[in-house]
């Protein structure tokens, strides 16, 4: 009896060490709110919501890549925050309404789209699975998303617009001076691009304080030389810096300012939109400059650690803008029910990162399919519950605060 005692002490703690239990006890934590967990799960249909595709990718990638997917600024509590906003409100649900036919449809630059949800920026797509931002592109084309490539994709733009199979946008950081930045234009103007999105969130150099990610390093016992060096997939310049003389000039050399944002939209022919803005003051300022338009965004938490919601940011935002130039909302959602709020706020479209890239991580392109499948079904029985029959339909009404 005591032996089989011992096996199965044996066997628990065996099972401990390789869960994420473990690496909450060492330190790191990932869930980003009380209810935002899951489990494992075997195949993408198993899915009941997009935290069983994050509980799966956390186990089933290395913990530092996993860690950079996951982290914040210092103890993540803009990360928090993000998730907590959405708690700031509630959905009113109405009754003896016709929604039997739903239409999540929206219009973004005269182009009509199957739904709101946009597939962010986020770039080394390739350490969360080796097929990188080729998966993405093909699970956006099958879902009918509209998708933004980072500047730091890990493959280049050509070849993810072909997988794409139809324009893509371009999400532009400034690096390698006005050389650099009038190259990365060229090539996503050649490569049919109809817009550019200026990140402003990251003004310095300067890393920000990413504890998540640093004690995730010190649990993976890998040899990160693998990736990062010779022939792995993390050596080298990213492909967008490709015939960039000098990438490394960063923005203490050209910072970003209204003026460079004036200039910007004299160097291209793309429409321009400002990612990163979460203040009334400069939402207005971006709508005097003409910019095409604004994404009220906190980078996810991973930049500046102001402990706010993008989402409280949104409802002071959306009032300055007074429709006058697109709109759109990322950092946080995670649920239909939050994508319904950021549209009663007034976002024209929501913009989702972290949770296509769960399921990038934890399945590949089947993986970013379920994630955007989970996240517009449930926006179809919210708007259901809420008596909205279409997009177009969604106001202030929808929502109170809570």
């Known amino acids: 009896m005591e032996l089989e005692k011992a096996k199965s002490r044996r066997q628990f703690l065996r099972y401990l060490a390789a869960s994420p239990i473990c690496s909450a006890l060492a330190g790191i934590e990932f869930a980003e709110g009380a209810t935002d967990t899951g489990q494992r799960i075997a195949s993408p249909a ?14 089933v990638l290395p913990p530092a890549h996993y860690g950079y997917m996951a982290t914040g600024v210092n103890n993540d509590g803009t990360l928090r925050a993000n998730r907590a906003a959405f708690e700031h409100y ?11 036919k739903v239409d999540t449809s929206v219009k973004i630059f005269g182009e009509t789209w199957p739904t709101p949800i946009v597939v962010a920026p986020v770039g080394s797509q390739r350490a969360f699975h080796s097929d990188g931002e080729i998966a993405t592109a093909r699970a956006a084309r099958s879902r009918g998303h509209l998708q933004i490539l980072s500047t730091v994709s890990s493959t280049p733009i050509e070849e993810v617009a072909a997988a794409r199979d139809a324009p893509i946008w371009f999400q532009l950081y ?48 890998r040899d990160c030389s693998a990736c990062h060096e010779g022939s792995g997939i ?5 492909p967008m810096f490709d015939g960039i003389e000098d990438p490394e000039i960063d923005r203490r050399d050209m910072p970003l300012t209204w003026d460079f944002l004036e200039q910007l939209r004299q160097e291209t022919t793309m429409k321009v939109l400002v990612k990163g803005i979460v203040t ?26 102001s402990g706010r919601g993008a989402l409280d940011s949104l409802a002071e935002v959306a009032p300055a803008v007074k429709g006058r130039t697109l709109l759109l909302m990322d950092s946080g959602i995670r649920r239909g029910t939050d994508i319904l709020k950021a549209l009663a706020l007034g976002a024209d479209a ?15 392109q089947p993986g970013v399919e379920r994630a955007l499948e ?13 008596g909205i029959p279409s997009i177009d339909r969604i106001g202030p009404d929808a929502i109170g605060q809570a």
């Open 280 to 305: 009334a003051e400069d939402a207005e300022r971006c709508v005097e400059y003409g910019v095409d338009g604004i994404i009220v965004s906190n980078h996810g938490g991973r930049a500046d650690d």
């Open 46 to 59: 198993d899915a009941l919501d997009i935290f069983d595709l994050q509980a799966t990718a956390s186990e």
């Open 174 to 221: 400034t690096l390698g001076g006005w050389p650099g930045v009038r190259r990365m234009l060229r090539r996503a103007e050649a490569a049919g691009c109809p817009a550019v999105v200026l990140t402003v969130d990251m003004p310095t150099s300067a890393a920000p304080a990413r504890h998540t990610l640093e004690r995730a390093r010190l649990q993976d016992s």
């Open 374 to 386: 989970i996240l517009h079904s449930e926006l179809t029985i919210a708007m259901e519950f809420a």
């Open 350 to 364: 929501i913009m989702v990162g972290r949770p296509y890239v769960w399921g990038l991580g934890a399945f590949g």
């Open 234 to 238: 993390a050596a080298g310049e990213k």
């Open 90 to 100: 509630y959905l009113r649900s109405r009754r003896l309404v016709d929604v039997s």
